[in-house]
């Protein structure tokens, strides 16, 4: 990788993990190259053509369950031991991130986990945290999209809700635009994905301690 590209993505992480820092959350567009994001998309497309996809369920280890009332998604777990080499790649570019993480925040952050996951048209992904009982090591979530176009009439934005100062709430609606990257604290970000009007593709990872 030249010299000036690992620079950019240093500046990257480092305002990521200065956002995390300050406000809990951050948003970067064009994270990857229009390339690099081509070829997981590409990977992506063939795996699901494989059918290695599977149903995403709620819970985990005996709470396990599919509710398709709940989400609709369908998903491919990465196995770190037999990651292919664009998946290595992208390995790569998130422990460089963690690092940074870690240099900011203190988090602790030890491990990374990932899936790619699809929402067929019509599927959704109601309010929920990434961080709970059975998953409390979750400390940090990253979503990175890898859709070839998207416009506001296909819907599908990823909505996270803050607490407003007046005691309310507010959200803000995020676009799965290509390359883009969204980063945000597992247990303390309320979210959803709203009703998409078409095929929307992304890798959902998370940072652990453990």
Known sequence: MKAEAIDDWQQKNERI??????????????????????????????????????H???GSGDSFAIKPEIRSDKVLWMDEQQLTPLQQRYWGLMAALQTAINQRCYLGLRSFEAHFAMYPPGSFYLRHLDQFQSVHYRKVTVILYLNETWEERDEGALRMYFPAENGSEEHL???PLGARLVVF???????????TNKERISI???FRDR
Not at 26 to 49: I, N, V
């Open 173 to 175: 609606d995020v676009l």
């Open 204 to 206: 959902t990872g998370w």
């Open 56 to 58: 995403a369920g709620v």
């Open 185 to 195: 604290l597992s247990g303390e970000i309320p979210h959803e994905v709203l009703p």
């Open 17 to 54: 993990a200065a956002d995390l820092y300050e406000k809990g959350w951050s948003l970067t567009d064009r994270y990857l190259t229009e390339a690099f994001r081509k070829e997981l998309l590409e990977e992506q497309r063939d795996l699901l053509h494989h059918g290695q996809f599977r």
